[in-house]
Nanobody, 121 residues
């Protein structure tokens, strides 16, 4: 069974940076499409970024494009989210997600517990 554990969240000032990590255990990491989602208080969970199993394809939400970078290290079973130029609107709980399907489809069926990111103004 695939298990995801996120880390790296915290409090940062506007314009600052954070790098989130998601360590994957169980399953076959090199076959998993990985993604990050986030959920702000009182709002629905939104897509942030995704990376294909081979790391040859990435997708980003318009709100994060150019500021966030998703990457993976298959040797460490870890996916990362580098977040730069952070804004207060980026404040949310960030979730790692996984699926064995294509990056073309948002059928993520394994989720981490989330890590809080708070951006102060």
């Amino acid at each position: 069974q695939v298990r995801l554990v996120e880390s790296g969240g915290g409090l940062v000032q506007t314009g600052g940076s954070l790098r989130l990590s998601c360590v994957v255990s169980g399953g076959t990491f090199s076959s998993l499409t990985m993604a990050w989602f986030r959920q702000a208080p009182g709002k629905e969970r939104d897509f942030v970024a995704a990376i294909s199993a081979s790391a040859t394809s990435t997708n980003y939400a318009d709100s994060t494009k150019g500021r966030f970078t998703i990457s993976r290290d298959n040797a460490k079973n870890t996916v990362y989210l580098q977040m730069n130029s952070l804004k207060p609107d980026d404040t949310a709980v960030y979730y790692c997600a996984a699926q064995y399907g294509s990056i073309r489809y948002a059928r993520y069926d394994v989720w981490g517990q989330g890590t809080q990111v708070t951006v102060s103004s």
